[in-house]
């Protein structure tokens, strides 16, 4: 029974003989063929939940993580803005010298090469950083402060674009808010229909208020201002004044001005507050700047020591373009003898026509006149103070930074010497961007004086 259909008869003896398979193939298909998986709905049930769990686990612990590493503070990078001819907060981190033997036009004559004195310190710290709050409508600030002195009027806007506004009255008093991109100011002023006045700083003594009056004024009208900032070290001073008007005699009035350095938590600022009153302790000026504070932010602090090396690369890189012409090209120095002639003699001029010489390129004398560089004149910084100055940022937004104000010995040539100061940037240049100039003589910003 080697025969497969032989052997399914003999397993169906009903079958007899005449038993056919009709598709032996699909039978086999049957039997080869695994039977169907009950479908387990609970553990795909389970199997997905599970999978989800570990998914969200997931998710939480990698928020978590990352709201761990943004609990620290975190700290902008202060980008300092492009210097504008309106504004009057300095645009990079650069070197303030006060002294008045250090001009603008000096620098140009002499190189400072800046040292470290023993006295300065190699750590760091910390410093206040605030950011500053402004009016958000300078014709409503206008009318606000000339309420508080008693102006009224409608505010006028000076330049068609919102940056002055003024009011005026008939008596000849005016009060202007002004946002140029910096600080914006708020200025008063009583003007006189005087056609002539000369001023005396003698003799006015004994005739206006005393200091701690003009105080108590000027405190009453920033509690009014409202701004928060305080002001501390008063200035005196007193001048006498006679004016002159046709047909009137010559009147004689005296008048007191005290200033002020504008300090925000006991620190000095680079704003100041200015006010004259007469002897009838009536005001005639005043001035400050218009700004609040938003919360101090803590910043890390470069050394003074590292600072003072700030100076110096500052210097070496200011002098290292003293050839450029200042349109960001250099200045080719003089070479060989003038090889281009004069325009000759025409006969309108009265002379008699020549032929223009022709230039020769060829000289034996090949000297280059180099000009030559500025004295190098050594300054040993010696102590140091922190304030605080204002800055534009390229967002628009205005910042106090923390700044060092070092004074130092500068040691002339000649043997004489004279103590100056200057001013950097304090916060730490990784949280400094300045803007990187194009050409001129100062490719890393203005250095002012």
């Known amino acids: 029974m080697s025969d497969f259909n032989e052997r399914l008869r003999a397993a169906d003896p009903v079958a007899g003989t005449n038993y056919e398979l009709r598709d032996p193939n699909a039978l086999m298909a049957r039997i080869m063929t695994p039977p169907p998986r009950v479908r ?94 402004f ?24 330049n068609g674009d919102a940056s002055q506004w003024t009011i005026k009255n008939a008596q000849g008093e005016e009060v202007d808010y002004a946002n140029y991109g910096g600080v914006p100011s708020f200025s008063y002023n009583y003007f006189t229909s005087a056609t002539s006045s000369s001023v005396s700083s003698d003799g006015a003594s004994g005739h206006v208020p005393s ?20 002001v501390t070290d008063p200035t005196f001073s007193t001048q006498t004044d006679v004016t002159s008007s046709a047909g009137q005699p010559d009147v004689t009035s005296y008048q007191e001005t005290v200033n002020y350095n504008v300090v925000v938590d006991g620190m000095l600022t680079d704003q100041y507050v200015s ?6 302790n009536s005001v005639v000026s005043a001035s400050g700047p ?48 003038l090889t281009t002639a004069p325009s000759p003699p025409t006969a309108s001029d009265g002379g008699t026509p020549v032929p223009t010489p022709t230039p020769t390129s060829a000289s034996s004398d090949t000297t280059t006149t180099a000009p030559s560089g500025p004295p190098i004149i050594d300054v040993t910084l010696d102590s140091d103070t922190l304030s605080l100055q204002s800055y534009v940022l390229t967002d628009n937004s205005v910042w106090l930074l923390p700044v060092y104000n070092f004074t130092g010995t500068v040691a002339n040539n000649d043997g004489s010497t004279y103590t100056s100061t200057w001013s950097t940037i304090a916060v730490d240049p990784a949280y400094v961007q300045a803007p990187v100039a194009t050409g001129g003589l100062n490719p890393g910003g203005p250095i002012l004086y």
Request: charge should be negative; glycine fraction near 12%; proline fraction near 6%.
């Open 275 to 280: 006010f004259t009153v007469d002897q009838n």
């Open 211 to 230: 200091p701690s009056t003009l105080e108590g004024d000027v405190q009453s009208y920033l509690t009014k201002l409202g701004y928060g900032y305080q």
């Open 40 to 133: 387990r709905h609970v553990l795909r049930s389970f199997q997905l939940r599970m999978a989800g769990a570990v998914a969200m686990a997931s998710v939480l612990t990698v928020g978590g993580i990352a709201a761990l590493e943004n609990a620290g503070p975190s700290l902008q990078i202060f980008a300092l803005g492009a210097s504008s001819a309106h504004k009057s907060t300095p645009a990079t981190p650069g070197m303030v010298g006060t002294s008045g033997a250090t001009s603008q036009m000096m620098r140009l004559y002499e190189e400072f090469n800046f040292g470290a004195g023993p006295s300065l310190s190699a750590s760091g710290g910390s410093g206040a950083a605030y950011q500053l709050s």
């Open 290 to 337: 218009v700004f609040s504070t938003m919360p101090v932010v803590q910043y890390p602090l470069q050394s003074p020591v590292a600072a003072v090396s700030s100076l110096e690369a500052q210097q070496r890189a200011l002098f290292a373009n003293a050839n450029d012409n200042g349109s960001g090209g250099s200045v080719a120095p003089a070479t060989g003898p």
């Open 135 to 158: 009016p958000t409508n300078g014709a409503t600030e206008n009318s606000r402060i000339a309420a508080i002195f008693g102006v009224s009027g409608a505010p006028v806007d000076q």
